[in-house]
């Protein structure tokens, strides 16, 4: 599986696994010359084992064959020429064939005989699908359609209180996006989508994720975050999907003055919203378990950039300070966080879609910390310029803190860094970004003056409870 240069995000085998560009023994491994095809012929038929799942019949369809390989019309004769000595990844780039491996159907034949389709345009031609699940991933969403032409990208998105289709604008009109409103809480909606759409991958953000609000609606929050996720799990194992990447977070760990965690550490959540996420983990989890189905599984610190609806932190007090009112600080202000700037958890993103094993869990955290009230001061030296302390005291507002506020969640990425992914971003420059973002993008959302509340004053759930 290759990333760069638009290679295909993975295969997998017949058994499961997923392959990083080298095949078994006796198998091509995209090194040296390959096998030529005669002008004209028919590839040979793909073993019985891959020649089955939404990819294949795409390519089925695409090249005139039938189930078993079997040419039923004849394809076009124009031979690709001098290409025989390249390395594999250039033959297919100058073919324009981004999204294939010899591996996808175990055969390498099959692959090279694609040089003789003239008619075949491969930057007009989506042969591999991806399935968005997105609350706040719209910088992934982006990222995928943009850098990535020939994979359709399904964004499904329930449309709650903290979505904003504006931040979508730049890709709405892309030929591989597909826009889909619906709820991962609908088992036979889920189910037709799966069997409609021939999803491939799956990256699961939708939930629930305010912790205020999961103190007063905690049995909302495990519906969504918790059956919700089985739904959706069950219907990508039964639609056998290549890959399920379920994002959780942090605060599964609990808090910590001193212990760093790693992805071993025991689950002790102190609120509710942490508790849903840990318990759909163990859904998630027991699907690789009991079925070796591909689930990974990924654990980020606090997210900051563009497009956040304005009830997290960071957009919260830019927001307040650009309309000249206070940060709205709860309890001492004394808890302390990583942040992590939006464009490098994209980046983690794509890196556990190439490199990262099923059934694992990893961090994607950063070792840059400071405290809410620091985070307070310095937002305010950004926006208000002054440097004063008694100025900056002006500005922060002191408020009744939650019912528990963790104080720390230090947490270790190193099995991320092994993959080859460090964050980028210095904090000078992502908080820059991100004040001018919302300078003039802070009325997306139709309800975003509710969001500055000290705590929340939207029900998301009215729907739900009726009445």
Known sequence: MRVAARAPLLSRTAAGSVRTGRGPEGRHSGEGPLPTAAPGAAPPPPATSRWEGGTARRWQSLLGLSRDGAAQ?????????????????????????????????ENAEFIWSLSSLHSLKAKHIIVKYVFLLSCSASHV???????????????????????????????????????????????????????????????HFAAQTHVDLSFWHALEFTYVNVYGTNVLVAAAHEANVEKFVYVSTDEVYGGSTDEEFDESSPKRPTNPYASSKAAAECFVQSYWERY?????????????GPHQYPEKVIPKFISLLQQNRKCCIHGSGLQRRNFLY????????????????????????????MSIAQLAKELIHLIKKTSSESEMEHWMDYVKDRPTNDLRYPMSSEKMHNLGWRPKVPWKEGITKTIEWYRENFHNWKNSEKALEPFPVTDPFAELNGP
Request: charged fraction near 25%; proline fraction near 6%; aromatic fraction near 10%.
């Open 73 to 105: 019309r004849k394809p076009a004769e124009l031979p690709v020429k001098g290409l025989e000595h390249k390395p594999y990844e250039e033959r297919l780039r100058e073919l324009g064939l981004f999204c294939l491996e010899p591996q996808t159907f």
């Open 292 to 304: 070796q189905f591909p689930v990974v599984i990924t654990r980020s610190s606090n997210v900051y």
């Open 141 to 203: 969403v982006v990222s995928l359609v943009k850098n990535y032409p020939n994979y359709l990208i399904i964004n499904l998105d329930k449309l709650d209180y903290c979505a904003s289709l504006k931040n979508l604008e730049t890709v709405s009109g892309k030929e591989n996006y597909k826009f889909i409103q619906g709820d991962i809480c609908e088992p036979d909606f889920i189910k037709q989508l799966f069997e409609t759409e021939k999803i491939d991958i799956v990256l």
């Open 342 to 369: 939006a464009t490098d958890v994209v980046e983690a993103f794509l890196t556990v879609l190439k490199e990262g094993k099923p059934g694992e869990i990893y961090n994607i955290g950063t070792n840059f910390e």
